[in-house]
Structure formats: structure tokens, C-alpha cells
């Protein structure tokens, strides 16, 4: 059964649909290193459901090798083909573009072309006839990023996706993005986290544009190691103040940076999952802010 649903404290915007305030990174659960059973995967992605969870993110590179591409996205179908709570609130959110070679590597294909590909394929492992957000996974130096994100556009008219976002991308990007589709950017998908905070102009962008910030990694410089810096041992320190995990303190330090921010943290474990959620109903003091910085 299905918990009682977040309060509207919670609850945050992608392209006017709305979602719980924090989502799930399917990733972890398609890397070859520490991939979980498929039945523990099930059930983490299950967890987060029925804990409210409305965003749930892949990509059609996320899979153990180059050989086998939309590993993950067909997990995240056959999670939600079983689930039996209300598919259609959910909001998966696909990715094209960064490829995968036979050994494991990483690449990239901006390709209008291969982004349509890509997309058909998305759309074929995901079983369903229009991906809710479909995002430009990661710039090709190759390729200019108009070319690309034209690609996006085309299939935003044609109704072969419902949303349209980007990743990895900069503000120039951004603005890009925003003009090749005539003001339709959704989302924004960057690294963010307490180690990892370059990526605040694009944060700060989204804000002003009203686009959701979808920080990936967001539980970066997180952990029990004594070695943490001072900062980082801020997070551990409110959280025990609080009662809660340092994990639960980033993710409401992040979803207090703006209204935008939906954080997206990887897991592969239901009791992951269940921490996570609490950080949408934890809100931080002024003072707990200015400590964490």
C-alpha cells in the first residue's frame, strides 16, 4: 500500500508538473561495480513510490557495459509496470547523448540524428509512447549545441516527449536551450553537492528563469570519514542536533537554495530511499544555513 501523500510543503514544479521535492537517481542501480539484485532494485524503486516519490531519473547509458544500453530505463518500466499505485503521476525522466563503448567507456553523440535514435530506443525500452522528460545528457565538442538541442525541440513538437531538459551544461548552455526552444526548458541537470558547488551560476540561473535544478550527486562530501573537512562536518554535526542523517541535512540544505531545486540522490538500497525522503519535510534555521554555507 501506498503512504499517505507528502504535504504541499513538499511538492516542487518540473515544467508545471508537479513532483515530490526530492527524486530518485536510478543509476547506481545498472553499475556493473556494486549492481544489487534486480528484486532489491525493485523494491528500492518501489519504496520511493509509495514514500511519495515522483521523479525518478535514468538514461539509456546507464547499464553495466556498452552492450547492453537501456539497462537501467527497462528496469525503471518493469518497477513501475508492478507498482500499483497511479504510473501516470509519475514523472520518468530519460537521457540521450552520452554514449557507451564495448569496454565500458564513455563518449558523446550530439548528433540531431542520434539524438532521435536515441530517443526511439528510449521510448522502446521505457514501453511507453511519450517520454515525460527527455534530456540532453551531456554537450559533444563535435557538434554545435544548437544542433543539438534543435534535435530536442523537433521532438517536443512532434509529441515524442512531454518535457525537455538538458545536463551538464553551463549558462551560455542554458540560454541556449532556452532560445532554441523557444522558452520550453524544463529542467536543468547538474552536479551539486557541498564538495561540488561550481555549478551554483546555474542554479542561481534556473532560479531566475523558473526552471527546475536537478543537482545529480547531490550527496557529494557526505560520509562518516574522519577525515571530513570542517565544512563537511558541519552537515554531520546539525544532523545530529536534529535527529536525522548529515544525508537528510544536505539534501534540505539544497532544496533550500531555491524553489527550483529538485535534488535527484542515487540509491540502491530501500532504506536509502527512506532517508532521503525525510529531507523534503526538514526545514532548516537561518542559523543551520548560514553554518552549512
Not at 11 to 23: K, M, N, P
Not at 226 to 232: T, W
Amino acid at each position: 500500500m501506498t503512504t499517505p501523500p507528502p504535504s504541499p510543503a513538499a511538492q516542487r514544479q518540473i515544467g508545471g508538473v508537479e513532483v515530490f521535492g526530492i527524486g530518485l537517481g536510478a543509476m547506481p542501480m545498472s553499475v556493473s561495480s556494486h549492481m544489487p539484485a534486480e528484486d532489491q532494485s525493485l523494491r528500492t524503486i518501489h519504496a520511493a513510490l509509495d514514500a511519495g516519490v515522483r521523479l525518478v531519473d535514468t538514461a539509456d547509458a546507464y547499464t553495466p557495459d556498452g552492450d547492453d544500453p537501456g539497462h537501467n530505463e527497462r528496469l525503471v518500466a518493469k518497477a513501475l509496470a508492478s507498482w500499483d499505485g497511479d504510473r501516470d503521476a509519475v514523472l520518468v525522466a530519460t537521457k540521450g547523448g552520452h554514449t557507451r563503448s564495448p569496454d565500458g567507456g564513455w563518449g558523446t553523440d550530439g548528433r540531431p540524428e542520434y539524438l532521435r535514435a536515441a530517443c526511439e530506443r528510449s521510448l522502446r525500452a521505457l514501453g511507453v509512447e511519450v517520454i515525460g522528460l527527455y534530456q540532453h545528457h551531456r554537450p559533444d565538442p563535435d557538434v554545435p549545441y544548437a544542433e543539438s538541442i534543435g534535435a530536442l525541440r523537433d521532438l517536443l513538437d512532434e509529441g515524442k516527449i512531454r518535457l525537455a531538459g538538458i545536463s551538464n551544461a553551463d549558462p551560455e548552455q542554458i540560454s541556449t536551450a532556452q532560445e532554441v526552444l523557444g522558452g520550453r526548458l524544463a529542467s536543468v541537470q547538474n552536479q551539486f553537492s557541498p564538495r561540488f558547488r561550481s555549478s551554483t551560476p546555474e542554479l542561481e540561473l534556473c532560479a531566475e528563469q523558473g526552471v527546475a535544478f536537478l543537482p545529480w550527486s547531490p550527496l557529494g562530501g557526505i560520509s562518516s570519514a574522519p577525515e571530513l573537512s570542517a565544512q563537511h562536518a558541519a552537515f554531520a554535526a546539525v544532523g545530529r542536533q536534529r535527529g536525522v542523517s548529515a544525508y537528510q541535512v544536505c539534501l534540505a540544505w539544497e532544496l533550500a537554495k531555491a524553489p527550483v531545486v529538485v535534488p535527484i540522490p542515487g540509491a540502491s538500497r530501500p532504506e536509502s530511499v527512506l532517508d532521503c525522503v525525510g529531507a523534503a519535510e526538514l526545514e532548516l534555521s537561518a542559523d543551520e544555513l548560514a553554518r552549512l554555507g
